[in-house]
């Protein structure tokens, strides 16, 4: 799939200074966000509820962490999470008549969580902004492995359709930068919040986005591996 430009695209390149105040953090169960990702998530605890209307009335950033295991043990007090996250801003917000709320949140960059200033009702930090390894989009080896990529994704979108008895989705891809097309499949790769982690943490998007779509290409043989009628008969 060849890249074109956007104003999608556009907006993704442009990503925010490493933020001069402390940010609310946002711990959650399982769910690691990627730059350039889109995540919509419902708020509905009260703690969170009050992060969301600070978040608003400031420079609507929050970061996003994943919670240590062993957090539901202190899950009403504050639970540790991973030093690494990702910093969002919230682009979409829906006020529910119950006082909750409907968010869309576009990853920023990745972040380390630095001093914590706040811890009541909900926990704030610095963060330190750490920049990925530069590369073009030119290059022969990301033309290569982008083109891998999105032949891997689509497979993938293709195998989830069928499942649900829907349509081929089109080839994934066509709009976005090769960081945004690798951070897209870290999303929707069905793996625990650990392995996700561990993707965001590498500071090479190529070798994130090669070894996502070699999870993925498993995944996909392990699937089909497993189709109706082959095994044993008896």
């Known amino acids: 799939c060849e890249r074109t430009e956007s104003p999608f695209g556009r907006r993704e390149a442009a990503v925010l200074a490493e933020p001069r105040h402390a940010?609310?953090?946002?711990?959650?169960?399982?769910?690691?966000?990627?730059?350039?990702?889109?995540?919509?998530?419902?708020?509905?605890?009260?703690?969170?509820?009050?992060?969301?209307?600070?978040?608003?009335?400031a420079e609507r950033m929050i970061a996003l962490a994943l919670l240590e295991p062993g957090w539901s043990a202190d899950y009403q007090g504050s639970p540790e999470f991973f030093p690494l996250g990702c910093l969002a801003r919230v682009e979409d917000v829906e006020w529910l008549p119950n006082d909750c709320y409907n968010l869309?949140?576009?990853?920023?960059?990745?972040?380390?969580?630095?001093?914590?200033?706040?811890?009541?009702?909900?926990?704030?930090?610095?963060?330190?902004?750490?920049?990925?390894?530069?590369?073009?989009?030119?290059?022969?080896l990301v033309r290569i492995e982008r083109q891998a990529a999105c032949d891997a994704f689509h497979r993938l979108l293709t195998a989830a359709?069928?499942?649900?008895?829907q349509p081929a989705p089109p080839a994934p891809g066509g709009d976005l930068s090769y960081e945004a097309l690798v951070n897209l499949m870290c999303m929707s790769l069905d793996a625990e919040g650990q392995e996700k982690l561990?993707?965001?943490?590498?500071?090479?998007?190529?070798?994130?986005?090669?070894?996502?779509?070699?999870?993925?290409?498993?995944?996909?043989?392990?699937?089909?591996?497993?189709?109706?009628?082959?095994?044993q008969q008896n």
């Open 23 to 57: 940010v609310p953090v946002f711990p959650l169960r399982g769910v690691v966000l990627f730059p350039h990702a889109l995540l919509p998530i419902h708020v509905y605890e009260l703690r969170y509820r009050t992060m969301v209307r600070d978040a608003l009335s």
């Open 104 to 140: 869309r949140l576009l990853g920023l960059a990745r972040v380390r969580f630095e001093r914590r200033v706040r811890e009541y009702p909900y926990r704030s930090a610095r963060v330190r902004v750490l920049p990925q390894e530069p590369y073009t989009e030119d290059d022969p």
């Open 161 to 165: 359709a069928t499942l649900a008895g």
């Open 198 to 231: 561990a993707l965001l943490a590498l500071d090479s998007v190529i070798e994130r986005g090669r070894q996502v779509r070699e999870r993925v290409e498993r995944r996909l043989l392990a699937r089909e591996s497993r189709k109706p009628g082959d095994g």
